[in-house]
């Protein structure tokens, strides 16, 4: 990075170690090559605009009326439809998109491919910085000196 450019990675950097000293939950050291990692990481979601929730899906139908040919043998179905499905108050919500707002819509499902990108980025990246979680495999053992009840199966908590 030259000029303007590695100015602004430098502030982003300063900004989100003071961001993380100033929240007290976590102190970290970041090596140059994670501070560099952290702030192309930055740089890219600052550049990312507005994205929409779920995933985008094509698919072919049946219409169910006994003479259409998508009834046929073999079936020539109705489509390709453009389906956007997500989750809305619990429950999952599909609709159907029509050709112009699919192509509107089409920027804003890959910026938030993209978002998702980065965070699993962030989240590599942190996980190099505070070290590796517990297994998924590992067991939960009780404090020395615990009474355990058996009648209770144990649970794990991370």
């Known amino acids: ?5 590695a100015r602004v990675s430098v502030l982003e950097v300063y900004y989100f170690q003071e961001m993380l000293a100033d929240s007290g939950e976590f102190e970290v050291e970041l090596s140059k090559e994670q501070q560099a990692v952290l702030a192309r990481i930055a740089a890219d979601l600052a550049r990312t605009g507005l994205a929409l929730p779920g995933s985008l899906s094509e698919g072919y139908y049946r219409c169910g009326r006994a003479t259409c040919r998508c009834v046929a043998d073999p079936p020539q179905l109705h ?5 956007w499905t997500r ?4 429950r999952t919500v599909t609709r159907r998109l029509a050709e112009p707002e699919l192509s509107d819509y089409r920027p804003l499902f890959d910026n938030a ?9 962030l989240q590599e990246l942190t996980l190099s910085v505070v ?14 000196g615990t009474k355990v009840d058996s009648s209770h199966p144990p649970t794990q908590s991370w």
């Open 79 to 83: 489509g390709p439809y453009a389906m």
């Open 113 to 121: 491919k993209r978002l998702r990108a980065l965070i699993a980025e």
């Open 131 to 144: 070290g590796t979680p517990p297994t998924s495999g590992a067991k939960c053992r009780p404090a020395a």
């Open 1 to 5: 990075m030259h000029g303007a450019d």
């Open 87 to 90: 989750k809305a108050n619990n």
